[in-house]
């Protein structure tokens, strides 16, 4: 634990150092929203807009099977690549210029990091996945010990919940990824695209 915890109520001033910040991945650096509505069309016939995303857990707010968003979560969990996942816009560049000052670090609640590994070594490449650190939590609900442990104080996440609950950890600062299932459930500190992010990071 460090002798002085900060918690920020806003963004800060200052330029956050890659070391200093963590980043959720699907909805923040991979476009998940894309690739699960072009996946129920091309393979389903359903049609999603994303305005009609407003929960989190999609089979609450979606008029699709749950079985078919079982199978098309799945296919994005074991196989990224197969399944046409692409960077959102703007974050490899970001990415990229930040692994060049530090190491950059990613925590996702997907249960298996060799599927996302791939992915992160084909879509930002060798050089600069080497220079990432990839942690698979398993859960939702459990990132705050291992934003801890990695030393971060500012992390980056599209779940409203995972936010309200690292907002309330003692030195850990989330930060919301502006998307259509998280709007009007938090009131913490927003970034809308990978700009925003490159402009906080000063990169
Ligand atoms: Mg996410």
Known sequence: MPLHTVTYASLPEMAIAPEAIGFDIDGVVADTMEAFIRLARDDYGHTVRPEDITCFEVE?????????????????????????????????????????????????????PAPLARWLETRFGREVSRRCRLITSGDHDNKADFIRACGLEFFVDDRARTCRMLAAEDGISPIVFDQPWNRGRHQLPTVRHWGEIRALCGV
């Open 60 to 112: 609450q707010c979606l008029d699709m099977p749950r079985e078919t968003i079982g199978e098309i979560f799945g296919r994005l969990l074991d196989d990224p690549l197969g399944s046409g996942l692409r960077p959102m816009a703007g974050a490899v560049e970001t990415i990229t210029a930040m692994s060049r000052r530090g190491p950059v670090t990613f925590i996702t609640a997907r249960p298996e």
